[in-house]
């Protein structure tokens, strides 16, 4: 793990040399954090364009499967003997496998799970704990509008999105009197590989759905997430907050 210690709070992301991720790291190192993206380490050449991208930040990288329970927990206790503590936790990690239910294989199934879901609950069951002795925390689970409306051909990462609502929700409630917030955003359609690797034809067949008119900014998702992991926001838990550029809403 590569990173600078300091008095300042800490923050990891995983997935955060993605491209949601990247931009949720600046968006906190410029909010005055420490931060560290948590990815998989094999593709030296992604993790050099991260590094281009956050130089100058006080942002680190440190290499990691969420979806393997130990590795999570070795992580955790790295960054807390290191700096002190892990302050905010961002679960951005997910990856798709995209078929119809008739066609998933259990392989499918549990790849999506596994770090979907799974990863959420093994990065939170090591963090949490610390966090709640020393009286503050800010966790933002990174769901999605397709976890809120279901996709076509997405029941696999729909019911690990809509999964991760519950768990934000139950574990808000474990933690709120121990200075720990608990929240998801939910995105929209965005600017990132995934997105803008889809056909014209399909791209513009999202954007026409979406009331402002475009696909969003991943800069704009991390405004979402820095909010929520603001010193001052520690009312604020148990919250979905989507960001989707009005392509679903509900009360």
Known sequence: MRGVASAKRTAVVTGGIGGLGTAICIALARAGRRVVAADLGGNPERIERFEQDVDG?????????????DACSAL?????????????????????????LRKMDRVQWDAVMNVNLDGVFNMCRHAV??????????????????????????????????????????????VARKGVTVNSVSPGYCETALVTAMPQQIRDGIVAQVPVGR????????????????????????????VNGGLFMSF
């Open 76 to 100: 955790v206790n790295e960054i807390e003997a290191a700096h002190g503590s892990l302050d905010i936790l961002v679960n951005a990690a997910g990856i798709t496998r995209d078929v119809t």
């Open 215 to 242: 696909l969003g900014r991943p800069e704009e998702i991390a405004r979402a997430v820095e909010f929520l992991a603001a010193e001052d926001a520690g009312f604020v838990t148990g919250a979905n907050l989507p």
């Open 129 to 174: 704990e610390g966090m709640a002795a020393r009286g503050f925390g800010r966790i933002v689970n990174i769901s999605s509008v397709n976890g809120q409306t279901g996709q076509f051909g997405q029941t696999n990462y729909s019911a690990a999105k809509a999964g991760m609502h519950g768990f934000t929700m139950a574990l808000a409630r474990e």
């Open 57 to 69: 930040l006080d942002v680190g990288f440190a290499p990691l499967d969420v979806a393997d329970f």
